[in-house]
């Protein structure tokens, strides 16, 4: 039977102040003075008119000594050397990859940074050039770690190692880069029965866990076998949490994830969407976590 | 239409919860994704509505103008449907890049609305031959998020629902030419009856199973949908094959099934939240952009 539910819009309620750590934050929007001292140095979202350093991004104030920037809430992509990016190959080129990462320019992956499979080590020739193709097409989904960052800003990717590669079956969710939060690892096996890789550029992949670890493999051979039913429910069921942390403007990683996953339980999957459910949820999240920090 | 690229992977993904009746959303293939619906939000308009469907935003004004009857319906008004792809929706509709779905999308409600018991026209016209109302519907895409051509529908039946026309009294002289009278109270008008207005519902086939209100990502996923107008009762107006795949007739028939039967929920929900917002008359605070 088909459900249908409409419903009248509804105003956003002011957030009240949140038990925060770290005390109020300076919030600003662009063209607001950040402070009308000449003492400070100014960094990344900021500039100086008229004796004023004004904000010229939307985003808190964080100052370090006498360095004054500006985080913004929403950005594209600033890639940092050693970040797990997941992306999607839009091009392919005569020795490289165009990769988009939701950043300013298109990232690079070099043929040379890339692994061979069956773990090779050896020269790239001429007939590797031609197979490109056979390796990564345009649409395909790969994971892979900043190497080095162009003077430019475009970002040189390396999958050189087995963990990274071609992504199989499963679904992508894309989010503000952020809202994920900087961590050791971004590979989880979450213990709910599905796998996440938390991207620094946004894009989060949810995956069923494989049974075994191919080392072989290195990520080529895509399994294409139907995943099971069980599997796609938790692995919907973590895509609308993640959408829900996201709409309330909470930070992405492994406990969140996992204390919105258990929150959602009680709720029908497709239910998670529904404006009052997501807010429960979410508030119950955010005291869990409040409770893990206090 | 904006369409997203997807690895041949994601796809199997997709096609294979269809099959099993879990899309990646959790819904099931009859589902719809969460409405909001929201009438009177352009103030210079003679009704509005518009309508958000998950990612997918729409704006319909309707402005009820005077004009002359068509040659061969001379005792009708009629309707005339503009649809207009913002780039706000996203950067393929630069320019002119959104002409040819605007157009597409004109002709469908064109022919949706083409069967003579939609809309009550005799009730548009104020004097056979010389005078009728023409209703001016423009349809705004703000977002695209799929499904573009069912959430259309729910909005300009919403702002049909909405639509409020001014009554207007004609007045013979002594030399026999007709003068129309404005009535002096602004309250003072006519509502269109809309239990008739059908909806469209859009079905995409995938795999070997179809569904209703594809995402983005889904419709990357299907080679053929059916759009079918259905009106709250269950008949059909119209029906449009679109894409490059091929459909089985007796698909195409399943299909016209689901379509009836979600069709009838659709109008029910639609109608039941027309009322409440009714109910709630003056005193409502609207929403609008803003909110």
Same mark, same amino acid.
């Given at each position: 039977m088909a459900t249908i539910s409409m419903r009248l819009p509804v105003a956003r309620k002011p957030v009240g102040?949140?038990?925060?750590?770290?005390?109020?934050?300076?919030?600003?929007?662009?063209g607001d003075t950040i402070t009308t001292d000449t003492g400070y140095m100014r960094g990344h979202g900021t500039y100086l008119e008229d004796e004023k350093l004004i904000a010229s991004v939307a985003g808190a104030v964080e100052r370090v000594n006498k360095l004054v920037c500006v985080k913004a809430l929403k950005t594209r992509y600033n890639g940092e050397v050693g970040d797990i990016v997941v992306g999607r190959i839009t091009e392919v080129q005569q020795k490289r990859w165009k990769v988009e990462t939701n950043s300013r320019l298109d990232s690079v992956l070099l043929l040379s940074s890339m692994n061979l499979p069956g773990g090779e080590l050896r020269r790239r020739s001429a007939e590797d050039e031609l197979a490109m193709r056979d390796y990564l097409q345009e649409g395909d989904l790969i994971s892979a770690e900043v190497q080095s960052i162009f003077s430019d800003g475009a970002v040189s990717l390396h999958t050189r190692s087995l963990k990274y590669g071609k992504l199989g079956q499963g679904v992508l969710v894309q989010v503000s880069p952020s809202l994920v939060k900087r961590q050791k690892t971004h590979f989880h096996d979450l213990p709910c029965g599905a796998s996440v890789?938390?991207?620094?550029?946004?894009?989060i992949w949810i995956y069923p866990t494989p049974e075994q670890k191919d080392e072989e493999a290195g990520g080529f051979t895509?399994?294409?076998?139907?995943?099971?039913?069980?599997?796609?429910?938790?692995?919907?069921?973590?895509?609308?949490?993640?959408?829900?942390?996201?709409?309330?403007?909470?930070?992405?990683?492994?406990?969140?994830?996992l204390y919105c996953y258990e929150a959602s339980l009680p709720h029908q999957i497709k239910d998670i969407l529904k404006p009052e459910v997501m807010e429960e949820i979410v508030l119950e999240t955010r005291q869990r976590l409040l409770d893990l920090e206090g | 239409m904006a369409s997203v690229v997807l690895s041949e992977a994601e796809k199997l993904y997709i096609v294979h919860g269809v099959q099993e009746d879990l899309r990646v959303d959790g819904r099931g293939c009859e589902d719809y994704r969460c409405a909001e619906v929201e009438t009177d939000v352009v103030s210079n308009t003679?009704?509005?509505?518009?309508?958000?469907? *998950?990612?997918?935003?729409?704006? /319909?004004? /309707?402005?009820?103008?005077?004009?002359?009857?068509?040659?061969? !319906?001379?005792?009708?008004?009629?309707?005339?449907?503009?649809?207009?792809?913002?780039a706000n929706a996203t950067p393929e509709f630069e320019g002119r890049g959104g002409e040819e779905l605007g157009s597409e999308i004109?002709?469908?409600?064109?022919?949706?609305?083409?069967?003579?018991?939609?809309?009550?026209?005799?009730?548009?016209?104020?004097?056979?031959?010389?005078?009728?109302?023409?209703?001016? /519907?423009?349809?705004?895409?703000?977002?695209? *998020?799929g499904?573009?051509?069912?959430?259309?529908?729910?909005?300009? !039946?919403?702002?049909?629902?909405?639509t409020r026309i001014p009554k207007v009294c004609v007045l013979e002289d002594e030399e026999g030419s007709k003068e129309i009278e404005l009535s002096d109270d602004p309250y003072d008008c006519i509502r269109l009856n809309v239990d008739n207005v059908p909806c469209i519902v859009t079905l995409s086939k995938i795999g070997y199973r179809h569904v209703v209100d594809a995402t983005l990502q889904e419709e990357?996923?299907?080679?053929?949908?059916?759009?079918?107008?259905?009106?709250?009762?269950?008949?059909?107006?119209?029906? !449009?094959?679109? *894409?490059k795949g091929s459909l089985d007739p007796?698909?195409?028939?399943?299909?016209?099934?689901?379509? !009836?039967?979600?069709?009838?929920?659709?109008?029910?929900?639609?109608?039941?939240?027309?009322?409440?917002?009714?109910?709630?008359?003056?005193?409502?605070?609207? /929403?609008?952009?803003?909110?």
């Open positions: 102040p949140s038990a925060s750590r770290g005390g109020e934050k300076h919030l600003v929007a662009p890789i938390l991207g620094n550029n946004g894009f895509t399994n294409l076998e139907p995943v099971p039913l069980s599997d796609r429910e938790v692995i919907s069921r973590l895509r609308n949490c993640i959408v829900a942390l996201v709409t309330h403007k909470l930070m992405l990683f492994d406990t969140s994830i | 003679s009704g509005s509505a518009r309508v958000k469907l *998950g990612h997918t935003d729409i704006l /319909v004004g /309707v402005k009820a103008e005077m004009g002359t009857p068509k040659l061969e !319906k001379p005792d009708e008004g009629y309707l005339e449907f503009f649809v207009d792809c913002s004109a002709s469908t409600l064109y022919s949706v609305f083409s069967s003579g018991s939609t809309i009550d026209l005799k009730s548009l016209c104020i004097n056979p031959r010389e005078h009728c109302w023409v209703l001016y /519907v423009d349809v705004l895409l703000l977002e695209c *998020g499904n573009l051509f069912d959430a259309i529908s729910l909005a300009v !039946k919403a702002a049909l629902f909405n990357a996923c299907c080679l053929a949908s059916l759009l079918i107008s259905v009106t709250s009762n269950g008949a059909f107006t119209s029906m !449009k094959k679109v *894409g007796e698909s195409i028939f399943e299909m016209m099934e689901t379509g !009836k039967r979600v069709g009838k929920s659709l109008h029910i929900a639609l109608q039941k939240i027309l009322d409440e917002e009714e109910s709630l008359g003056t005193s409502r605070q609207k /929403v609008g952009f803003l909110g």
